[in-house]
């Protein structure tokens, strides 16, 4: 089958993307812009490590090495798994490095003829004999670009690196006024280790953000510096956060990952009878979340330092924005090398950082680290040449990517996005999606009328407003990953359920190795 794919991304999900079209017979050509593979694991903190266990991060056809002993890898052993993965399913010589993709166009089909399809590609085919993608390529060393036609287009551009998100400031209140440096996380975490210590060591360091990035790099400046240069964390709101995946010894799977706790919550697109249950056990939820909260209070000052959310933990679940605390890090806030700041805004001054509404002194710092995320969404949007298919990607400001089973655009022909939703592990959602993707590209299955398509994703985004509220932040499919699952399982023909019994079924955790063989 002569098909010719490309991958735009080779971190996990575009080297698991290449694996399975290869198992079709297909073509693919990965474009990679960096030298290496890995994603975010090629360029990460020194004290970075998984924030779910290594039994939820793998591939389902490639175990851990027994090497590898502890629950939690770091983020060196996370990225010799991932290229040991390459290696072994042979997937290097497929890979472009250092081209970086500037735009893609689709030919054959006018705008007006697109608007007219009540079809996905306007057959319901994944492939025509007389319409293509234009991939444009910039090798980022010689900076000659080239043009690739192609088949199908498949996005792993990642949603946590590239583009970074730096906050607007007032004129004269930002960066500029500043007599120090600012940097973004993602500049920091490309520094070596050596490096990155000598930057940071003996500096009065500010850090903005309350997520994983964050609290790492607070705990390496508190570990650098002392509290002779205590490090200043500036929060915009208290969220929840854990120490392990136990509260109270239970296992948070056991609260949370099997079919039981998705009973607690309405699911898109389910029927009658699910919907009573989800209203009648919605007490459970409420008992599920409290029970996790509990634990937290006991095992972190919380309330000593301010930090006790108003939200509930499930809130935060469901918005996939529960970043696990490094070791030891509210030892830290203890001793005082740690600094928690909250800072609903904040600007810049000659001396360092003034909270905005505050009257008390500016923050004195040499360096201001922003953690503040990146512009996934933005990157999807800027990859098209089309402004029309923008604009279809972009969705709008108070809705999620309108993706059908968080892969395919209803109106844009020929083209698939990996890797995009968050969720609690990367490597399981985009193993299945790809999975699913593959059986599509195979013919195994066809995708419904596009109307039908786009009503289907409203109902996911109207999930996720629903239980997320204000921490609403598009595509987290970490409380409904195993409903998700059954949505694939049943377009690919395979049983959704995958345990051997029905006390099993609605109690046992699900993993990887549940969807290792159809």
């Not at 474009?31 to 004290?47: D, M, N, P, R, Y």
């Not at 609903?344 to 509404?357: A, L, N, Q, T, Y």
């Amino acid at each position: 089958m002569d098909k010719k794919i490309a991958i735009i991304g080779a971190g996990v999900s575009g080297l698991i993307a290449c694996k399975y079209t290869l198992s079709k017979g297909f073509h693919p050509i990965v474009f990679e812009a960096e030298s290496s593979i890995g994603g975010v694991w090629s360029k990460t903190l020194k004290s970075t490590k998984l924030q779910t266990s290594k039994g939820s991060y793998r591939f389902s056809d490639f175990p851990w090495p027994s090497s590898v002993t502890e629950d939690y890898p770091n983020h060196r052993q996370v990225y010799d798994y991932i290229q040991a993965y390459a290696r072994h399913f042979d997937l290097l010589k497929h890979i472009n490095f250092n081209n970086k993709v500037v735009g893609i166009e689709y030919e054959g089909a006018s705008e007006a003829e697109m608007q007219s399809w009540s079809l996905w590609s306007g057959t319901g085919e994944p492939f025509s004999s007389t319409r293509k993608w234009k991939v444009h390529v910039q090798d980022t060393n010689t900076l000659s670009t080239e043009i690739y036609e192609v088949d199908f287009v498949i996005l792993c551009l990642g949603r946590f690196s590239g583009l970074p998100n730096i906050p607007e400031f007032p004129p004269n209140k930002g960066p500029e006024a500043f007599h120090g440096k600012v940097i973004h996380s993602m500049e920091y975490a490309a520094m070596d280790d050596e490096s990155a210590a000598q930057f940071i060591e003996g500096k009065k360091v500010t850090v903005v953000g309350f997520q994983k990035s964050a609290l790492d790099i607070a705990n390496e400046c508190a570990a650098a510096s002392g509290v002779e240069n205590p490090c200043t964390v500036l929060y915009r709101t208290e969220c929840w956060t854990t120490l392990d995946s136990f509260a109270w010894g239970v296992h948070m799977k056991n609260l949370y990952g099997n079919r039981f706790s998705e009973l607690l919550v309405h699911k898109p697109g389910e029927g009658l009878l699910l919907s009573l249950l989800a209203t009648m056990l919605s007490p459970v939820r409420w008992c599920f979340s409290k029970f996790v909260e509990s634990d937290l209070r006991r095992r972190l000052p919380l309330a000593k330092f301010g930090m006790v959310p108003n939200q509930s933990f499930f809130e935060n679940k469901n918005s996939c924005l529960i970043p696990t605390l490094p070791e030891k890090f509210y030892d830290k806030v203890e001793e005082g090398s740690i600094r928690l700041k909250k800072a609903p805004s904040f600007s810049f001054c000659k001396e360092g950082v003034v909270i905005d509404g505050n009257e008390a002194a500016p923050i004195e710092t040499d360096l201001v680290i922003l953690a503040t995320g990146f512009r996934g969404d933005k990157k999807l949007k800027d990859i098209f040449l089309s402004q029309t298919f923008q604009d279809c990607i972009s969705g709008t400001p108070k809705a999620a990517v309108p993706l059908y089973r968080d892969c395919i655009h209803p109106r844009i022909p020929q083209l698939a996005v990996i890797g995009f939703a968050d969720s609690g592990s990367k490597v399981f959602t985009s193993e299945i999606k790809c999975r699913w993707l593959v059986e599509l590209l195979d013919g195994k299955f066809k995708l419904p009328r596009i109307k039908e398509m786009e009503k289907d994703a409203e109902k996911w985004d109207a999930y996720w407003k629903q239980y997320s509220g204000r921490y609403y932040r598009k595509s987290c499919l970490l409380s409904t990953n195993i409903w998700y699952n059954d949505q694939l399982c049943k377009d690919m023909g395979w049983n959704p359920n995958r345990k051997k019994g029905f006390f099993a079924e609605l109690f046992e955790p699900y993993g990887p190795m549940d969807y290792a063989a159809p």
